[in-house]
């Protein structure tokens, strides 16, 4: 049922942000993913990226979330973690960038030619989506 709700979610965004909505949503979650998160995570997300050995603190096993999680996926949170432009308690400190600035700034910079007037945060919260859809799909059974 989350997962129905998610796409429906997405899908929404998508139309909201035009762009996007020519991209496959997987694709575009796993390029997410390969382009940001890999390098620290890892391909698996299994927290053994090339760069995790330079990290004072070990990045993530991203495919234990729901394990860790009594077996539901915490899409919210992990959207918010993400994102990185609020302080989430519950994550403590913030080691890994914070996503959201990264992706409003490529907003910025994708829409200044096309519009004066565009809807930054819906391009935000679409890469956001896509991104926690594919570790999603990263979890061990």
């Known amino acids: 049922m989350r997962r129905k709700q998610l796409t429906a979610l997405l899908s929404a965004v998508m139309f909201l942000t035009p762009q996007l ?3 496959d949503m997987s694709s575009l979650g ?3 993913y390969d382009s940001n998160c890999a390098s620290c995570h890892g391909q698996s997300g299994k927290g053994d990226g090339p760069l995790s050995g330079y990290l004072e603190k070990k990045p993530t096993d ?3 979330t729901m394990k860790n999680n009594n077996g539901v996926f915490p899409f919210s949170l992990m959207t918010k973690i993400i994102d990185g432009r609020q302080v989430i308690a519950l994550h403590g400190t913030r080691d890994m960038p914070a996503w959201g600035h990264e992706y409003n700034d490529k907003a910025v910079q994708h829409y200044q030619d096309y519009f004066k ?6 391009f935000v ?3 956001i989506l896509a991104l926690t859809e594919y570790v999603y799909t990263l979890q061990d059974e």
Not at 117 to 122: F, I, L, Q, R
């Open 21 to 23: 909505a020519l991209a």
């Open 30 to 32: 796993k390029r997410e």
């Open 62 to 64: 991203l495919t234990q």
């Open 117 to 122: 007037s565009y809807d930054s945060e819906s």
């Open 125 to 127: 919260k679409a890469r």
